[in-house]
């Protein structure tokens, strides 16, 4: 029987009925290919039931291959994991949206999807291009689409019954209320970089009060060193508590009420990311406490993401 406060089975509901979502979950955003599905595999193996995907990540078919794969040996069924992807940039005209969710469906090898994220609030031109530019190299935006025609868009998805929830991601409190607002279907998550240099205590608190899940993604500062896992408040409380760095930052970001993505790419760091246990309130007021403020992303700004995968 899994504990109450077993926090690597943790689950948040999600509004309107739409499931729940694994606190702890893994993401995608691998750019080897080779690596993407051994890491994948790995990850459902360890016990990760979520997984967060991108059609920008240039990877769906692989992590598809290897779910399918994954959870044919494990014996675990399609309901028991929860799968998000990404509308890019470049698919924000409302007519690409439901042909790029139905390429991401057929790459990912599903159904539906558990969750479909709007990547960026930022519309590039449309196109098959993902990154277009002009010949000094400045991003070409797409003036004539709204977030809210978008958004619309991904309600319809809803009503077709292929996609249990819609979110965003990269937007801030600024970006995300009027969305909210003017919503009929209203945003079930919104996944943007959140670890203990940047708790995003604000826009934490209305996702909170509106019932929207904050889905933290680059909670170990993405592996840099240094960085958060050298921090030494943190590495003080993991010795404390006999755990390691990195198991100190996902056990707060699970505790303060986030769900929460993370990448290990080998089958020890996948154990070790998962085997999470509560820390005590005075460690995670400590947390709390630490002061250094740093943004690792500048993707909420310009719809440009930092890390994308260089492919041929
Ligand atoms: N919406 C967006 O714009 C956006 C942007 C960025 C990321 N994301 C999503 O969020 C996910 C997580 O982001 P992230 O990769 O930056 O997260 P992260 O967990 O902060 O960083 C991952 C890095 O930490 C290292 N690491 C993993 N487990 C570790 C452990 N137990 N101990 C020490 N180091 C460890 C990994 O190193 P090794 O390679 O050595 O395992 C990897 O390089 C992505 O995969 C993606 O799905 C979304």
Same mark, same amino acid.
């Given at each position: 029987?899994?504990?109450? $406060?077993?926090?690597?089975?943790?689950?948040?509901?999600?509004?309107?009925?739409?499931?729940?979502?694994?606190?702890?979950?893994?993401?995608?955003?691998?750019?080897?290919?080779?690596? $993407?599905?051994?890491?994948?595999?790995?990850?459902?193996?360890?016990?990760?039931?979520?997984?967060? @995907?991108?059609?920008?990540? *240039?990877?769906?078919?692989?992590?598809?291959?290897?779910?399918?794969?994954?959870?044919?040996?494990?014996?675990?069924?399609?309901?028991?994991?929860?799968?998000? $992807?990404?509308?890019?940039?470049?698919?924000?005209?409302? +007519?690409?949206?439901?042909?790029?969710?139905?390429?991401?469906?057929?790459? /990912?090898?599903?159904?539906?999807?558990? /969750?479909?994220?709007?990547?960026?609030?930022?519309?590039?031109?449309?196109?098959?291009?993902?990154?277009?530019?002009?010949?000094?190299?400045?991003?070409?935006?797409?003036?004539?689409?709204?977030?809210?025609? $978008?958004?619309?868009?991904?309600?319809?998805?809803?009503?077709?019954?292929? @996609?249990? &929830?819609?979110?965003?991601?990269?937007?801030?409190?600024?970006?995300?209320?009027?969305?909210? +607002?003017?919503?009929?279907?209203?945003?079930?998550?919104?996944?943007?970089?959140?670890?203990?240099?940047?708790?995003?205590?604000?826009?934490?608190?209305? @996702?909170?009060?509106?019932?929207?899940?904050?889905?933290?993604?680059?909670?170990?500062?993405?592996?840099?060193?240094?960085?958060?896992?050298?921090?030494?408040?943190?590495?003080?409380?993991?010795?404390?508590?006999?755990?390691?760095? #990195?198991?100190?930052?996902?056990?707060?970001?699970?505790?303060?009420?986030?769900?929460?993505?993370?990448?290990?790419?080998? &089958?020890?760091?996948?154990? +070790?990311?998962?085997?999470?246990?509560?820390?005590?309130?005075? #460690?995670?007021? +400590?947390?709390?406490?630490?002061?250094?403020?740093?943004?690792?992303?500048?993707?909420?700004?310009? *719809?440009?993401?930092?890390?994308?995968?260089?492919?041929?």
């Amino acid at each position: 029987m899994v504990e109450p $406060t077993d926090l690597r089975m943790s689950r948040i509901p999600l509004i309107h009925g739409a499931g729940q979502i694994p606190a702890l979950g893994f993401g995608t955003l691998i750019s080897d290919p080779a690596l $993407t599905i051994t890491a994948t595999r790995d990850a459902l193996d360890a016990g990760f039931r979520h997984f967060d @995907c991108a059609e920008r990540y *240039g990877n769906e078919r692989e992590v598809g291959q290897a779910l399918q794969a994954g959870l044919a040996a494990g014996n675990i069924a399609r309901k028991d994991v929860f799968v998000t $992807t990404k509308l890019w940039n470049s698919n924000h005209r409302s +007519e690409r949206v439901a042909p790029a969710f139905e390429a991401s469906l057929a790459r /990912l090898a599903l159904q539906y999807l558990d /969750l479909y994220l709007i990547h960026t609030p930022f519309a590039f031109q449309p196109g098959d291009d993902q990154d277009p530019r002009d010949q000094n190299g400045n991003v070409l935006y797409d003036r004539d689409v709204t977030l809210l025609d $978008t958004w619309k868009a991904l309600e319809t998805l809803v009503d077709h019954g292929k @996609c249990r &929830a819609i979110g965003l991601s990269d937007v801030t409190l600024d970006t995300l209320k009027p969305i909210y +607002e003017s919503a009929r279907i209203k945003p079930a998550v919104v996944q943007v970089e959140s670890h203990p240099y940047l708790p995003e205590t604000e826009l934490l608190e209305y @996702c909170k009060q509106k019932g929207i899940v904050l889905l933290a993604f680059a909670p170990l500062g993405h592996g840099m060193r240094p960085g958060m896992l050298e921090d030494p408040i943190i590495s003080a409380i993991a010795a404390r508590v006999g755990k390691t760095p #990195a198991q100190v930052l996902l056990a707060w970001a699970v505790q303060r009420g986030t769900a929460v993505l993370t990448t290990p790419k080998s &089958a020890a760091r996948a154990r +070790e990311s998962f085997n999470i246990s509560p820390l005590p309130q005075a #460690a995670l007021d +400590e947390i709390n406490r630490i002061q250094t403020r740093q943004r690792l992303n500048q993707v909420v700004n310009t *719809g440009v993401p930092g890390f994308i995968p260089k492919r041929a």
